[in-house]
C-alpha cells in the first residue's frame, strides 16, 4: 500500500510541476514605480497574428480584465484621458514544442496458448509529443516618453477548454503570477 502511494505522490508532483506556469521580468531600474499611479491600454485590442486561437476576441476581452483587476488590486487606476502616467500593452504568442520521454528500454516474455510458444520483446523507443506553449509578455510603458519600463512575462502550456469558466481561470492565473512581480522588490 506504501510503494502504491508513494509512487501516486511522485506522479502529481511531476505532473503538477509540468502544468506551472514559468515567470520571469526585466525593468529598467532607474524608473520611480511609486509614481507609477494611472494608466491606460495603448490600443483598443491586440494586434492581429493570424492564428485564430490567439486573434480571438473572447481572449482579449479576458486578458484585459484580469490585468486590469490586479492593476486595481495594487491600487493604480484605469483612465482614458490623458492622466496616465503609464501605458499597458500586452502579445500573446503561441510556440511548438516537443518533448521526449527520453530513451526507455523495455524487456517483455510471453507464453502462447497451451504452453507451447513463447516470444520474447525488446523495445527501445520513446515517446515523442508536439504541444504549443502560451506566453503572454506585458509591457508598461511609460506615457510621455514610450520607453519601457517593465516588462513581465508567463510561460505555460496551451490548453483549451469547452468551458469559459475554465478558460478565464486558466487566462486569470497566468496574469496574476506575471504581475505578482510588480512593481518589482528592489
Request: aromatic letters at 10%; charged letters at 25%.
Amino acid at each position: 500500500m506504501s510503494k502504491i502511494w508513494l509512487a501516486l505522490c511522485s506522479a502529481t508532483l511531476v505532473l503538477g510541476g509540468c502544468s506551472g506556469v514559468q515567470v520571469s521580468q526585466d525593468y529598467d531600474p532607474a524608473t520611480n514605480f511609486k509614481s507609477m499611479q494611472a494608466y491606460r491600454w495603448e490600443s483598443e485590442t491586440q494586434e492581429k497574428t493570424g492564428d485564430l486561437r490567439i486573434d480571438n476576441p473572447l481572449r482579449d476581452t479576458r486578458i484585459r480584465a484580469a490585468v486590469a483587476r490586479q492593476l486595481s488590486d495594487e491600487g493604480f487606476v484605469q483612465t482614458e484621458d490623458g492622466n496616465a502616467t503609464f501605458l499597458v500593452r500586452y502579445q500573446y504568442t503561441l510556440r511548438q514544442k516537443i518533448e521526449s520521454d527520453g530513451a526507455g528500454r523495455d524487456i517483455g516474455f510471453g507464453v502462447g496458448s497451451y504452453g507451447r510458444h513463447g516470444g520474447i520483446a525488446i523495445g527501445t523507443g520513446n515517446n515523442i509529443r508536439e504541444y504549443d506553449d502560451g506566453s503572454l509578455t506585458i509591457d508598461f510603458v511609460d506615457a510621455a516618453s514610450q520607453t519601457l519600463l517593465w516588462r513581465g512575462t508567463g510561460t505555460q502550456r496551451y490548453r483549451e477548454f469547452n468551458n469559459p469558466e475554465k478558460t478565464s481561470r486558466d487566462i486569470n492565473t497566468l496574469v496574476e503570477k506575471i504581475l505578482a512581480q510588480f512593481p518589482p522588490r528592489t
